[in-house]
């Protein structure tokens, strides 16, 4: 990687190869009527092409137009001149505006999932103070720097001898393959090779292989291997986003400023009208895992723009809505939030003995305040300038996160630090493990400040970096790790470094200049970054 000659997988070339690229209905689930095919067979550099009966499946193959020719460049600019007639009858008609609408007219509560104590008494106490909140998060493409890509040679058997299909692959799950090539196209697992190739990032996209399989079927046509690759615009117009959604809160505060119960309803995505497997809520998240008096319900809203897992899923949203909710709580009763924090984790326990992914309060207690102590909270702050911290815990990791922030009179955020300390357990490569965490941050900080997909019509409106923008080397903070190597099973840090952030930078953000932060981009709440 280093001297540049990684083996990614968009580096393939095999002997006699096609290039390849297949136009889907630009609004997920339309079907072809027409095409203008034979104008295209006639275009420099083009082999053929075909119109392509999906399955509508938009995990396999979906309607489309295939074209194979002697260069990526001679069939990317024969595909522009493509005349297509869509069916949309059927297809999205998914709306931002619309579901941000019907987002802001619910009640309290939904379809009441999690149910722990008397959370009206408490809310109904003449004593205690109230406090309700909307936090607003948008869809988020994976925005992998490879694009989507697979090389794939399809033999069809003859003379006895049977079909074989050849793949070079960039994907986080093979055994899934082999489970679909028997499925869709009858092979067994002596009937298909598969080169694992490198990936140009992934976090969580490449394990669905819908751009294997139109690899696949443009080698059945053509009767050759096809590298097939899909545009920027591809990758992020048909990826499986990071679902948006919106959450309305409640807390109560008691006269001792205790935080004594707290509601949260998550008005979430339900693509084809079955709700989101990373809607929530999640029964072993914090709070809803330490609280005496919660309560967790969903309203769901049908969006048919597919989604998928995204760097911590659940947890990249939920965190940066329950954990800036608590600093609210923590600065209505007046209190230091981190005291609140310690407060509500309670005695160090293990919540459930011997499973890694249960919350333990003595790892987050100690995570906690090493954050807080390396990253100097508490500290005198000059005018404009201010820190927050964020505790979440997720993916078996204990992860705690300080950041100091500075906002200027007109509304631009500098992040100058964050400060991270995580538990989990022995670190076997430090190198290695600085980086995820240094990289999960990076990554947040980029998405929080000005990364949102929209969809109007069923149609995607940010396809490449113009209208997504990736934060700059110059806008990127220092990011110290500090690891707690307790004596329990190591495990992962490809996802738990970036829950935090989100959090831990709106907090600091308000206490830098008293504009509480409850949307995300930064960009959309009228700063900048």
């Known amino acids: 990687i280093v001297t540049g000659v990684g083996d990614f997988a968009i580096d393939t070339r095999v002997p006699n190869m096609l290039y390849g690229s297949y136009l889907k209905c630009p609004a997920v689930g339309g079907e072809i009527v027409d095409a203008n095919i034979q104008a295209i067979k006639k275009l420099p550099g083009v082999v053929d092409a075909w119109i392509v009966k999906g399955n509508g499946n938009v995990r396999e193959l979906m309607d489309g137009v295939g074209i194979v020719g002697t260069d990526s460049w001679s069939v990317f600019k024969a595909r522009d001149q493509l005349k297509v007639t869509w069916d ?23 379809d009441v999932k999690i149910n722990k104590g008397d959370v009206d008494a408490a809310f109904n106490d003449p004593d205690n103070q109230v406090i309700s909140s909307f936090y607003e998060f948008p869809y988020l493409t994976h925005l992998c720097l490879e694009p989507m890509n697979c090389t794939a040679h399809f033999r069809a058997g003859s003379e006895g001898q049977k079909d074989h299909l050849e793949v070079w ?10 489970q679909l090539a028997k499925t869709r196209y009858g ?23 819908e751009y294997v399989i139109e690899a696949i079927e443009l080698s059945k046509l053509s009767g050759e291997a096809v590298k097939l690759t899909w545009t920027r615009e591809d990758s992020i117009r048909y990826d499986f986003l990071r679902e948006g959604g919106f959450n309305r809160l409640r807390g109560a505060i008691n006269s001792a400023g205790r935080i004594t119960a707290i509601e949260e ?47 911590a899923p659940y947890s990249n949203t939920h965190a940066f809505v329950s954990q800036s909710f608590i600093h609210e709580l923590a600065t209505a009763a007046g209190r230091d939030h981190v005291d609140v924090l310690l407060e509500m984790l309670g005695e160090r326990r293990w919540l ?3 499973n890694v992914r249960a919350l333990n309060t003595g790892r987050a207690i100690d995570v906690i305040k090493l ?60 190198s290695g493990a600085i980086s995820q965490v240094q990289g999960s941050i990076i ?65 600091a953000i308000f206490a830098a200049t008293g504009k509480r932060v409850r949307k995300m981009p930064l960009s959309d709440d009228g700063l900048n970054v």
């Open 88 to 110: 949309e009858s059927i297809a999205s008609k998914d709306s931002w505006t619309a579901f941000a609408s019907f987002a802001e007219k619910v009640g309290n509560t939904g």
């Open 371 to 430: 954050a807080a102590e390396k990253g100097g909270w508490g500290r005198q702050m000059p005018e404009g300038r201010g820190l927050g911290l964020s505790f979440y815990f997720c993916h078996a990791a204990h992860v705690a996160e300080l950041a100091e922030v500075s906002v200027s009179a007109a509304g631009d955020v500098t992040l100058h630090k964050i400060t991270a300390a995580v538990d989990v357990g022995p670190i076997i490569n430090r």
């Open 187 to 209: 092979l067994d697992k002596d009937q298909v090779t598969i080169h694992v190739k490198r990936m140009g990032g992934s976090f969580g996209r490449r394990t669905s292989s």
């Open 265 to 311: 309803h998550k008005v979430g995505a339900a693509p084809q009208g079955k709700s989101s497997r990373f809607n929530g809520p999640n029964p072993g998240a914090f709070p809803f895992v330490t609280m005496e008096n919660i309560r967790g319900s969903l309203t769901n809203y049908r969006m048919d723009t597919p989604v998928g897992p995204w760097r």
């Open 443 to 507: 990554d947040g900080f980029s998405a929080m400040a000005g990364q949102k997909i929209t969809m109007e019509n069923g149609r995607v409106e940010q396809t490449n970096f113009d209208r997504y923008p990736v934060l700059r080397i110059n806008q990127a903070p220092e990011v110290e790790v500090h690891f707690i190597e307790s004596e329990f099973d190591p495990t992962g840090l490809g996802e738990p470094g970036l829950p935090p952030l989100a959090p831990a930078v709106a907090n």
């Open 352 to 354: 459930e003995e011997g």
């Open 169 to 178: 692959l960039p994907t986080q799950n093979g055994p899934r393959f082999q």
